[in-house]
């Protein structure tokens, strides 16, 4: 009767033991996806805090571009106003982030074309590291949305696995949104000399 009794205690203790590891797993797992949105947000604001400097660059050499200008300023405007909170990392709330920030990348697309009609602008120097540092930027930006994927792939695959699916529901995590191409990026650009 005793042995039967330390049987159960012991995988009960064990039970216990495995709860405990795999909470702790899943924890770290959310915390690894967090701390890469929080890389993704931080290389765009680093864009985000470049464009002001690149459109008063810009201004003084094409001031009849103001529409463009304005709408660069606008989409600023725009994609810094739209955040996601770590918590609700949805593919839902990922895809306004990223279509805010896809009509800021597209409004600077037409900003650098803009900056191609004017010779002394092309050779100023602030432009030209500004460019620099935006086209660094966008990289870095690539990098970290594919470290963000890679780590919520690593968070969703440990939630759907058996057993930790189980304590991940008895726990409440919940799967993450990946970031995505955006619409239209299917299609080649039509390139024309």
Do not use: C
């Amino acid at each position: 009767m005793k042995k039967g009794w330390i049987v159960i205690i012991v995988i009960l203790a064990l039970l216990a033991l495995w709860g405990v590891t795999s909470y702790n797993g899943f924890v770290n797992k959310e915390e690894t996806v967090k701390q890469a949105w929080a890389q993704v947000e931080n290389q765009y604001q680093r864009r985000a805090d470049l464009i002001p400097n690149l459109v008063n660059t810009v201004k003084g050499y094409a001031e009849h571009e103001s529409s463009t200008l304005e709408g660069v300023i606008a989409a600023r405007a725009r994609a810094t106003q739209v955040t996601v909170d770590p918590n609700n990392l949805t593919p839902e709330a990922i895809a306004q982030f990223n279509s805010a920030q896809g009509e800021l990348s597209s409004a600077l697309g037409r900003l650098l074309a803009v900056a191609e009609s004017y010779p002394d602008l092309k050779a100023n120097q602030n432009f030209l590291e500004l460019q620099a540092q935006l086209e660094g930027t966008e990289n870095r930006i690539t990098v970290e949305r594919q470290r963000f994927n890679e780590s919520v792939q690593t968070f969703n695959t440990s939630l759907r696995r058996f057993p930790g699916n189980i304590f991940a529901g008895l726990f409440g995590f919940t799967a993450r949104g990946y970031f995505e191409a955006a619409e239209g990026a299917e299609v080649a650009p039509v390139v024309q000399f």
